[in-house]
């Protein structure tokens, strides 16, 4: 089981910045795929990013895709999520997870989390 501890998160305004990141156990490199999960409140968690490093592929949520990118440290072990133009809808608990199952949002053993951190952003 790969165990993860997300940090970064805040509450800015609308149009503000975030840098969130996930220490992860173990060597990056050897994940797969990588992702970023969100869960506003009351409602279900959504795939956000997901990184395959290896093949220098990511992908990315509709509603976040050219303001947030999503990268890795192998060298930390840390995978990142830059988030850029805030906006309240992006207002969440963030997740992420270093066993996911590439081409999906899906994870590779088991559905346990980390403790999360949390995004909010008002105007």
């Known amino acids: 089981q790969v165990h993860v501890a997300e940090s970064g998160g805040g509450s800015v305004k609308v149009g503000g910045s975030l840098r969130l990141s996930c220490a992860t156990s173990?060597?990056?490199?050897?994940?797969?795929?990588m992702a970023w999960y969100r869960q506003p409140s009351g409602k279900e968690r959504e795939g956000v990013a997901r990184?395959?490093?290896?093949?220098?592929?990511?992908v990315y949520a509709d509603s976040v895709k050219g303001r947030f990118t999503i990268s890795t440290d192998s060298a930390q072990n840390t995978l990142y999520l830059q988030m850029n133009n805030l906006r309240p809808g992006d207002t969440a608990m963030y997740y992420c997870?270093?066993?996911?199952?590439?081409?999906?949002?899906?994870?590779?053993?088991?559905?346990?989390w980390g403790q999360g951190t949390q995004v909010t952003v008002s105007s």
């Open positions: 990184i395959q490093p290896y093949y220098d592929i990511d």
């Open positions: 997870a270093a066993d996911v199952r590439c081409g999906t949002w899906s994870r590779l053993w088991g559905d346990s």
């Open positions: 173990g060597n990056i490199d050897s994940r797969g795929c």
